[in-house]
């Protein structure tokens, strides 16, 4: 998912934020990479999406699922 354009919902009145402009707003940090896609964690009924940036793959980490 491209960060730059995808938006999504943060509120109750379906107010729609892309990514760059959430990460901006709500936590004071400016996105370098909009070109990089995110990565979608939680599950499918609530996903949550962090920039490349601000993620963290510890070592020894295995998924039996498949990475997008």
Same mark, same amino acid.
């Given at each position: 998912i491209m960060m730059c354009f995808f938006r999504f919902p943060v509120?109750?009145?379906?107010?729609?934020?892309s990514v760059v402009e959430y990460f901006q707003e709500m936590y004071g940090f400016t996105i370098q990479y909009t070109h990089l896609p995110c990565?979608?964690? $939680? @599950?499918?009924?609530k996903a949550n999406y962090l920039p490349m940036e601000v993620g963290k793959?510890? $070592? @020894?980490?295995?998924?039996?699922?498949?990475?997008?």
């Open positions: 509120d109750e009145n379906s107010t729609m934020k990565l979608q964690v $939680g @599950n499918q009924k793959v510890l $070592g @020894n980490w295995s998924s039996h699922s498949t990475f997008s």
